[in-house]
């Protein structure tokens, strides 16, 4: 009996430590699209990491770093920190990434253990992008970069530094971890839409991401025989479901356990479930860490728990960090800032309301636009010609990237307004994108327009548009490609005039608009089957193909052409306000407050709202519904006729 006893007894335990064996817990900190935002904002020089409960900002790399070790404090399981992507451009640490890799630098501090790439990261060019990982190789390293569906040229040699980069080891496609005998394979990769924002990647090109995950994820289980995958997509989600890849991703790709995304700025309270696959995403610009723990048993991986940590003034910064961090400012005012008479955190001017950005006409998309106007008017506008003067700017809300809040004290520091326009770089590889102007025809101008009527519907909130120098209407319900249906040239100040925007008008308008918006005006007939063509042409209206002529001199006087960067209009824009009381700053005008009404909405189906001026467009597409109404008439007719017929033969006698 005793033996018996002791055999149950002893089953029972070897049982139980089976079980415990075969549960474990994984644990994934993980953040994305932090676009060097490693201060805390809006603000920045409301930001204080040292203190707690003293300021109304966000964000900050030193608080997301304390996040990490409290995170990892509080669990005695393996734990993993990842990041989904685009971690790089948006606020002026980006402007010494290629010589000091700040970011990766300051990751890799943070305990950082693998990373993807975002379209951003590519914004620099190949050979930017090169030049960071070689960068960050050489100061002390990075985190584990996994990359695995750039295709390079075999024509160019423009991406030859950025593949031998690639062939070095500083981004592999893939990775394999162990942890308490549990083998993990990590890869990434980037979504159509992230590729397709990415103008600046060429000649690299990127391979299908349903078709590469499926290779990643047959050499991770078959060769490498992990027993958990994880895949860092810098894809992202939606709500249709059509468009939302990440999620088009787990439905097409078996044995993808955690997809960790990045690129939508989603922020996700609890995972996507797909199948089996768990979707997390953290929001944007280190505003929230996401915490995810898994339970891993008998090869399987489940959901134990997730939460979504707001990073805010409630949690201490790590000061070793951001001593770190503050020590780059020092070269950011040297190398960049002081040949343009700034410094980081001088203010230039000072406002009493927020200015944001919105998928609507914004009081900050307004004055941007409008800095553009006149900004190259300042440098490159002859009086003597009147046909030189930039009538109308454009921008897009793809390239404004933060909000300007008046903060604590109203303060607008060179660092807050860099932020909010911080992208790119210019065809001459200097950091920033450079204004460029042209001249349009003003049907031209009118199917500039159209990409907010009819693109951007369908693409997002990244092809809104912001304009100046002129205001216009249109009506949603309207043939798509034909629904703009007034415009007016002028200002607020100068008051507006009717544009006649037929064919027949071949009057040449001068427009401004960055690098980066010029090069999607001059595509978008390809996007749009030839619809909305745009040409751009010179001062006597002949069509230039190459962009880079366009580019404004910010001083002719030199060798070349000096690019005139947009950031620098921005400030000098708000520089040139007059201070309204009396403090000594220049103050945002009040015209700025709300809408002026530059775009308008009228939503109708009025058959002369719906037909009213419409061009070629509508009148292929009016003449198709005719024709069909016509058919179907007939058809009605040819049916009656067929029944009255068979009626009348019934009816007769035999």
Not at 189 to 203: H, N, T, V, Y
Not at 308 to 325: A, F, N, R, S, W
Not at 489 to 507: C, D, I, Q, W
């Amino acid at each position: 009996m005793k033996v018996l006893r002791l055999s149950v007894f002893l089953a029972v335990l070897f049982w139980s430590a089976n079980l415990f064996a075969a549960e474990k817990i994984i644990s994934i900190i993980h953040t994305n699209d932090l676009h060097s935002h490693l201060l805390g904002f809006s603000p920045n020089i409301d930001y204080r990491p040292d203190m707690i409960g003293n300021d109304g900002t966000q964000g900050g790399w030193a608080r997301v770093a304390s996040v990490i070790k409290q995170e990892k404090g509080k669990r005695n399981n393996p734990v993993l920190v990842l990041d989904g992507g685009d971690f790089l451009m948006g606020s002026l640490f980006h402007m010494i990434a290629r010589e000091e890799a700040v970011e990766l630098q300051v990751m890799k501090d943070m305990g950082y253990d693998v990373l993807t790439l975002g379209n951003h990261e590519f914004d620099l060019k190949p050979k930017g992008l090169a030049r960071i990982l070689h960068a960050a190789a050489a100061k002390g390293g990075m985190p584990a970069i996994v990359f695995s569906n750039a295709i390079f040229s075999q024509e160019s040699d423009r991406d030859d530094a950025l593949e031998e980069a690639f062939n070095r080891g500083l981004v592999k496609p893939y990775i394999i971890m162990e942890k308490e005998g549990i083998k993990i394979g990590i890869f990434g990769l980037m979504g159509k839409d992230a590729a397709e924002k990415a103008p600046f990647a060429s000649p690299v090109k990127f391979r299908d991401p349903v078709e590469i995950a499926k290779e990643m994820v047959k050499v991770l289980r078959e060769k490498e025989k992990v027993d958990m995958v994880i895949c860092l997509s810098h894809s992202g989600v939606s709500k249709k479901k059509s468009r939302s890849e990440d999620e088009v991703l787990a439905k097409g790709v078996e044995g993808i356990d955690v997809i960790v995304g990045g690129h939508s700025h989603t922020k996700l309270e609890k995972p996507i479930v797909v199948n089996s696959t768990l979707i997390i995403q953290a929001g944007v610009y280190g505003k929230w860490v996401g915490v995810l723990d898994l339970l891993w048993e008998k090869g399987k991986v489940q959901l134990k728990n997730y939460q979504l940590i707001e990073v805010d003034d409630k949690i201490p910064g790590d000061m070793t960090l951001q001593k770190k961090i503050e020590s780059f400012i020092g070269t950011i005012d040297r190398d960049v800032l002081k040949p343009v008479n700034l410094s980081f955190r001088k203010v230039i001017g000072q406002t009493a309301f927020d200015l944001r950005i919105e998928e609507d006409e914004s009081n900050l998309g307004n004055l941007i636009a409008d800095s553009i106007r006149w900004y190259v008017n300042r440098h490159d506008y002859d009086p003597k010609d009147p046909i030189t003067k930039v009538v109308v700017a454009i921008e897009s809300n793809g390239v404004i990237r933060d909000d300007l809040l008046r903060g604590k004290t109203g303060a607008l520091a060179v660092s807050d307004v860099f932020r909010s326009i911080p992208l790119g770089i210019g065809m001459d590889d200097t950091m920033a994108y450079p204004l460029i102007s042209c001249y349009l025809y003003a049907s031209e101008i009118k199917k500039a327009l159209e990409i907010l009527t009819s693109v951007y519907p369908f693409k997002g909130s990244s092809y809104f548009l912001q304009v100046s120098g002129l205001k216009f209407t249109y009506n949603p319900r309207r043939v798509i490609f034909d629904r703009v249906t007034h415009i007016w040239l002028g200002s607020e100040e100068e008051g507006y005039v009717p544009l006649e925007y037929s064919e027949s008008n071949k009057n040449l308008y001068r427009i401004a608009t960055n690098i980066y918006n010029a090069t999607f005006l001059k595509i978008v007939g390809k996007y749009t089957y030839q619809i909305l063509n745009i040409v751009p042409k010179d001062r006597h209206g002949i069509p230039v193909a190459d962009l880079t002529a366009f580019r404004v001199d910010a001083d002719k006087n030199q060798p070349g052409i000096q690019e005139l960067k947009e950031w620098i209009g921005v400030m000098e824009y708000i520089k040139s306000f007059a201070d309204t009381n009396g403090d000594g700053l220049p103050d945002i005008p009040e015209k700025y407050r709300g809408k002026l009404g530059r775009i308008v909405m009228e939503a109708s189906w009025n058959p002369f709202a719906f037909l009213s001026r419409g061009t070629m467009v509508t009148w292929v597409a009016f003449s198709v519904v005719v024709v069909i109404f016509l058919v179907l008439i007939l058809m009605v007719r040819f049916i009656v006729k067929k029944v009255r017929r068979r009626r009348l033969k019934i009816s007769l006698p035999n």
